[in-house]
């Protein structure tokens, strides 16, 4: 698959860069601010996202997504984030994301949530 990594901390994205590539899918781009993200899943056409949610600038991984399921764009989404509390989880279960995963992620964990597309 070809994935796109929405992640702000770099040594973060880094680290899911190696896990893909180990999985064996190759990471598209990375990119850290949800206006670049918006722009770059238009388009690069990824086969899965992986969204944090909070990013760089003022749009968050959430309104991102959001703005790009408003404009038919039905990627699928994992979001990994450190928001383990009960709004972002209901503002992010209106994009129909595939996987909330909270961070730290484990290689086994994101290799069986990849599995599910």
Known sequence: MRIIIVEDDKVLSLLLSKMIERIG?????????????????????????LMDIMLEDDIDGIQAMSTLRENGVSFPVIYITGNSDPIN??????????????????FDELQATIKKI
């Open 25 to 49: 899918h190759e990471v598209l781009e990375i990119v850290t601010k949800g206006s670049d993200a918006i722009d770059k899943i238009n388009s690069l056409k990824p086969d899965l996202i």
């Open 89 to 106: 989880y209901e503002r992010a279960q209106k994009t129909d994301f595939l996987d909330y995963l909270i961070k730290p992620v484990g």
